[in-house]
């Protein structure tokens, strides 16, 4: 069964770098199609898609991130990593690391979804 | 980006009801729609992909609806342990939003 677990400081000052890794296991990161991604929650802005890293190492951000963002992979320890630059309390969030899978109909691309998470890491920015 | 907007906000329904949850679009995204549970200090779990295909595992109890716009979780003989935060996903685009979820109470 792959299990997925992030770590990382819980508490960053403001505008430092929040550093989080996600720790794979019961599967390697480097095999099969799937892509691997970061999701975030806080109480003023709900789930926010922040980003995702496929096996190609192509990296896609959300624009209102992009600047700050860094998602980045080694396959040679199974995990991937995110890094968000110039934080701020708006970024206090719990963070959510997850697979994202595909599914074809034929050749064509049919769905797109995230069915393995962490069990979430709670980080504060505050000085 | 495209905005996902969930109805009602909230919900409450007794074990044995059949209760509904809307999602709908602000642009089209075919049948890119995912639905989540969410149990408070839980991540989100899949229950439903592609809008209609249930994964596995999740009782048969939920399903899902829908294309284009406008989407539709059900959940009949509602349980319990249906007490939770259901949210709808799009993956049609980037960046792929959640509606703002639906809490659903069991009485």
């Known amino acids: 069964q792959l299990q997925l677990q992030e770590s990382g400081p819980g508490l960053v000052k403001p505008s430092e770098t929040l550093s989080l890794i996600c720790t794979v296991s019961g599967g390697s990161i480097g095999s099969g199609t799937y892509y691997w991604g970061w999701i975030r929650q806080s109480p003023g802005k709900g789930l926010e898609w922040i980003g995702v890293?496929?096996?190609?190492?192509?990296?896609d951000y959300n624009p209102s991130l992009k600047s700050r963002v860094t998602i980045s992979v080694d396959t040679s320890k199974n995990h991937f990593s995110l890094m968000l630059s110039s934080v701020t309390a708006a970024d206090t969030a719990v963070y959510y690391c997850?697979?994202?899978?595909?599914?074809?109909?034929?050749?064509?691309?049919?769905?797109?979804?995230?069915?393995?998470w962490g069990q979430g890491a709670l980080v504060t920015v505050s000085s | 980006d495209i905005q996902m907007t969930q109805s009602p906000s909230s919900l409450s329904a007794s074990v044995g009801d059949i209760v509904t949850v809307t999602c709908r679009a602000s642009?089209?995204?075919?049948?890119?729609l995912n639905w989540y549970q969410q149990q408070p200090g839980k991540a989100p779990k899949l229950l439903i992909y592609?809008?209609?295909t249930l994964q596995g595992g999740v009782p048969s109890r939920f399903s899902g609806s829908g294309s284009g716009t406008d989407f539709t979780l059900s959940i009949t003989s509602l349980q319990p342990e249906d007490s939770a935060t259901y949210y709808c996903?799009?993956?049609?685009?980037?960046?792929?939003?959640f509606g703002l979820g639906t809490k659903l109470e069991i009485k």
């Open positions: 592609g809008a209609s």
């Open positions: 996903q799009q993956t049609y685009t980037t960046p792929y939003t």
């Open positions: 890293i496929y096996g190609s190492g192509r990296t």
């Open positions: 642009q089209y995204i075919a049948s890119f």
């Open positions: 997850a697979r994202g899978d595909r599914r074809y109909s034929g050749s064509y691309l049919s769905a797109e979804y995230f069915q393995y």
